[in-house]
Nanobody, 123 residues
Framework: VQLQAFGGGLVQAGGSLKLSCAASGRTFSRFGMGWFRQAPGKEREFVAAISWSGGHRNYVDSVKGRFTISRDNAKNTGYLQMNSLKPEDTAVYYC?????????????????WGQGTKVTVSS
């Protein structure tokens, strides 16, 4: 499956952005989907994951209550709604797909990756 993430940009602290991940190729609905991020000088970090059906979600503690992951299998698209953004959310955000179909938190469990979209939150 090919993934393309978009929707990043520059936003002030407290603002919102919605990232999208468009999938093509194999049946997107069979895959679990995750969002990861990598800030400058830091390792890649798990952000959120959603199961193939959308019935299960998983978030890193630092984004709970602020970010919402969702998907529309009919449109082969996943989303990450980010509210109450903080400067520490600044990073390149990547979407990924996992053959397990589950809410994987480890990057090693993902088999397909998008190219990343940059999010910058100014203070």
């Amino acid at each position: 499956v090919q993934l393309q993430a978009f929707g990043g940009g520059l936003v002030q602290a407290g603002g919102s952005l919605k990232l999208s991940c468009a999938a093509s190729g194999r049946t997107f609905s069979r895959f679990g989907m995750g969002w990861f991020r990598q800030a400058p000088g830091k390792e890649r970090e798990f952000v959120a994951a959603i199961s193939w059906s959308g019935g299960h979600r998983n978030y890193v503690d630092s984004v709970k209550g602020r970010f919402t992951i969702s998907r529309d299998n009919a449109k082969n698209t996943g989303y990450l709604q980010m509210n109450s953004l903080k400067p520490e959310d600044t990073a390149v955000y990547y979407c990924a797909a996992s053959r397990s179909g589950w809410i994987e938190a480890a990057g090693s469990e993902y088999h397909y990756w998008g190219q990343g979209t940059k999010v910058t939150v100014s203070s």
